[in-house]
């Protein structure tokens, strides 16, 4: 047993284990628990000797950096940092909780852009969650929109301006993002600008789709790519593309979920293309091939800017390629949407990809979306 001991950690000395345990021979049970207790205690002072965290300490907001059994207060406290990182958690959590596949995606992208990216991606589901929900009255998601517009210009503010910014968490994290990167007011803006859109008002046109697509979606990925402080135009192109690829199939998906309480997002001029009304889209039934038709048609759009959006892969910075992982899971869902024979309701459209993580994985282990 010494020996296999020893085997499993190289660092104790075969010689002081014997010395400890004896000969081996049978034991009292009072002399086995003192023995047993003290292997742990042994075994614990190994971990804590091997072991290094990086600790914060809540109430100081100084580093504690434990090593070898010795502690050492660093004084280090970032501009504009919570004391605690409650504003960071609370971003992350509410980002898994109604994102979840692009807080995968965020979790990807280098250190020291992650932070800013949970703090817009956070923005961008509270905006959301502004206008959804089966009880939300228009007059109360028109004040909710209000609130985020002009909180958008307090993160503007001077810090010398006291304001309900620093009490509202998702806010304190968009301004500390602000104040330490150079973002374009306009983008944010657009993010609520586009919610402000009737929920019960349907879509023309394939163009008016993509313009709605551009604002809500490709707003957020080109903030992104300024957080990351690469100005390149093709991945702005890049960005556009896929924003309006990623937008076209979230709002398919949201079809199934959503039901009556807001109109569908397959255009006008599709459904009068193939003479299907709303109520056909909605029921989703699989012999429908009224309702496939359309489906297909508003799925290939978005497919069509998700190859635009790849083909520019090569001729954009390698360094932002991470902030574009989205297309993985865009392209995922599109594949599964075709194989289902364009079904709204399938079970492999509706449900979460298990798969998703490990793909993006592969991805980011390459360097490619």
């Known amino acids: 047993m010494c020996e296999n001991l ?4 190289p660092a104790v000395n075969i010689s002081t284990l014997r010395n400890t345990a004896g000969n081996c021979s049978p034991a009292t049970p009072f002399q086995s628990s003192v023995q047993s207790n003290s292997w742990k205690k042994k075994m614990r002072r190994l971990v804590r000797n091997w072991n290094c965290r990086l600790l914060l300490n809540a109430k100081s907001g100084q580093r504690v950096v434990r090593h070898a059994s010795a502690q050492q207060k660093i004084a280090s406290q970032e501009d504009g940092a919570d004391k605690n990182g409650f504003g960071a958690k609370h971003c992350m959590s509410l980002v898994e909780k109604y994102d979840y596949e692009n ?4 979790l990807l992208l280098p250190r020291e852009l992650r932070r800013a990216a949970f703090a817009l991606r956070a923005f961008n589901v509270e905006v959301s969650r502004s206008v959804s929900g089966h009880q939300t009255e228009p007059q109360i998601a028109k004040l909710r929109l209000k609130f985020w517009h002009d909180s958008i210009d307090k993160c503007f503010e001077s810090e010398s301006q006291r304001s309900y910014v620093e ?3 998702v806010l304190r994290e968009l301004k500390h993002t ?3 990167r150079k973002l374009n007011k306009i983008y944010l803006r657009r993010l609520v600008t586009a919610r402000e859109r009737p929920t019960n008002q349907g879509f023309e046109t394939i163009r008016e789709l993509e313009e709605y697509a551009e604002q809500a979606f490709s707003s957020l990925l080109l903030l992104l790519l300024e957080v990351s402080g690469v100005r390149d135009l093709q991945a702005d192109h890049a960005a556009s593309h896929l924003g309006k690829a990623q937008g076209i199939a979230t709002l398919l998906r949201a ?3 959503t039901g009556r309480q807001q109109a569908v997002c397959v255009p006008l001029e599709v459904l009068v293309r193939h003479g299907v009304n709303q109520e056909r889209i909605i029921r989703g039934r699989s012999e429908d091939k009224g309702v496939e038709e359309c489906i ?3 799925a290939s759009a978005a497919n069509s800017h998700l190859k635009l959006a790849r083909q520019l892969h090569d001729q954009m910075s390698p360094q932002v390629r991470k902030i574009f992982l989205s297309a993985v899971a865009t392209d995922a869902y599109l ?3 075709r194989r289902a024979n364009f079904l709204l309701t399938h079970k492999s459209c509706v449900g979460r990809d298990t798969m998703l993580p490990a793909r993006l994985f592969w991805k980011s282990l390459f360097n490619r979306y």
């Open 296 to 298: 297909f048609e508003v």
């Open 335 to 337: 594949e599964r949407l």
């Open 6 to 9: 020893c085997q499993w950690n």
């Open 255 to 257: 079809i199934p979920l």
């Open 178 to 180: 602000v104040g330490s």
């Open 103 to 106: 807080y995968l995606c965020t």
């Open 167 to 169: 009490d509202q968490p």
